[in-house]
């Protein structure tokens, strides 16, 4: 149920529109509550905790960061180079990322 749960939490907040992907990584990684979550996502994006469920402050705050966007356009992030600056700003482990850097002797 963990993962549903999680599920159900990072969409109600927006998932990749707002920050809900984000905080869901924090609750999973780390295996935070869903208030410390945010507030944790919320000073690495150097916003505030309300921010994190605007669309539109997240889409610049994101698009700043690298951290990938729903609607990527031409040069912005997209995939694993999201997942890099993600597992890079959080300060979390990625498994694919963590393969990704294995295989190609980035460690």
Do not use: W
């Not at 999973?28 to 994006?45: C, D, F, T």
């Amino acid at each position: 149920m963990g993962m549903a749960i999680t599920h159900a939490v990072a969409s109600g907040m927006g998932g990749m529109r707002g920050a809900g992907d984000l905080v869901a990584r924090m609750q999973i990684a780390r295996g935070m509550k869903i208030q410390e979550a945010k507030e944790h996502v919320a000073g690495k994006l150097k916003c505030s905790v309300s921010d994190l469920t605007d669309p539109i402050i997240m889409h610049e705050v994101r698009e700043e960061l690298k951290l990938g966007l729903l609607h990527p356009f031409g040069g912005s992030p997209k995939c694993m180079e999201a997942k890099f600056n993600i597992a890079d700003l959080l300060e979390i482990e990625i498994n694919c990322v963590n393969r990704f850097r294995k295989n190609l002797n980035f460690i």
